[in-house]
T-cell receptor, first 115, second 112 residues
Framework: KAGVTQTPRYLIKTRGQQVTLSCSPI?????VSWYQQTPGQGLQFLFE???????NKGNFPGRFSGRQFSNSRSEMNVSTLELGDSALYLC??????????????FGPGTRLTVL | DAKTTQPNSMESNEEEPVHLPCNHS???????IHWYRQLPSQGPEYVIH???SNVNNRMASLAIAEDRKSSTLILHRATLRDAAVYYC?????????????FGKGTKLSVIP
C-alpha cells in the first residue's frame, strides 16, 4: 500500500507570494493533519480535516488555510509569505475517527524556503 | 494534552539495548502513551503505544510504570538506523481529535 505522498518536495518562494502544498493520504484514510516543523519551534500542529471538514486548528494566523476534497486529498495554502514561514510542512493521515489508539502516518514533507 | 518530559539526548553503542525514558506525571486515566520517531530528513513514524500494560511489537517494547507517571521505550538491539529523535506523546482517548502535541523529544545517537 502506498504511503502518504506530498508534492512538491521542495519549494522556493519570495516574500509576499502565496503557496499551495498538496497531500495524498494512504488509500482508505479519511483524516489528514498538517504540521509545521522549524528548528526553533519544533513540530507544531496546523490543522486537521476529516470528511472535508476542518475538525481542529492550531495557533497559526489566518494566512494559513487548508481544505480537503471528497477523495480525502488535502491542500494547504499560505498567503502573503513571510521569511518565518520557511519550514518543513508535514502531512499525516489516519484511518479511524480520533481515539487514544489511532496512529498517524506521516509523509516525507515539503521543504518551503521563503527568500 | 498532558505534558511529557524527556532527556534532550542519549547515546548508545550499536547492538546494545537502549532505554529511552519519559516522565508524564500529570497523565490522566484516559491518556494513551504514544511513541513516534523521526529519522533524519524524514517525517515522523509511529513506533508503539500503550495504556497500562507493557507492550511489545517488532520495533520496540514499551514499559509503563505501575502509577503511569513514567514510561520507557526499549530498543532491544540498537542499529545505526535507529539514530533518530524519539517523541513521547500522550493521547486522550476521548479527545476525538488527531492532533499530536510534539515536545522536543530525545535525540538518540548510535555509535558503531
Amino acid at each position: 500500500k502506498a504511503g502518504v505522498t506530498q508534492t512538491p518536495r521542495y519549494l522556493i518562494k519570495t516574500r509576499g507570494q502565496q503557496v499551495t502544498l498538496s497531500c495524498s493520504p494512504i488509500s482508505g484514510h479519511r483524516s489528514v493533519s498538517w504540521y509545521q516543523q522549524t528548528p526553533g519551534q519544533g513540530l507544531q500542529f496546523l490543522f486537521e480535516y476529516f470528511s472535508e471538514t476542518q475538525r481542529n486548528k492550531g495557533n497559526f494566523p489566518g494566512r494559513f488555510s487548508g481544505r480537503q476534497f471528497s477523495n480525502s486529498r488535502s491542500e494547504m495554502n499560505v498567503s502573503t509569505l513571510e521569511l518565518g514561514d520557511s519550514a518543513l510542512y508535514l502531512c499525516a493521515s489516519s484511518l479511524a475517527p480520533g481515539s487514544g489508539t489511532d496512529t498517524q502516518y506521516f509523509g516525507p514533507g515539503t521543504r518551503l524556503t521563503v527568500l | 494534552d498532558a505534558k511529557t518530559t524527556q532527556p534532550n539526548s542519549m547515546e548508545s553503542n550499536e547492538e546494545e539495548p537502549v532505554h529511552l525514558p519519559c516522565n508524564h506525571s500529570t497523565i490522566s486515566g484516559t491518556d494513551y502513551i504514544h511513541w513516534y520517531r523521526q529519522l533524519p530528513s524524514q517525517g515522523p513514524e509511529y513506533v508503539i503505544h500503550g495504556l497500562t500494560s507493557n507492550v511489545n511489537n517488532r520495533m520496540a517494547s514499551l514499559a509503563i510504570a505501575e502509577d503511569r507517571k513514567s514510561s520507557t521505550l526499549i530498543l532491544h538491539r540498537a542499529t545505526l538506523r535507529d539514530a533518530a529523535v524519539y517523541y513521547c506523546i500522550l493521547r486522550d482517548s476521548g479527545a476525538g481529535s488527531y492532533q499530536l502535541t510534539f515536545g522536543k523529544g530525545t535525540k538518540l545517537s548510535v555509535i558503531p
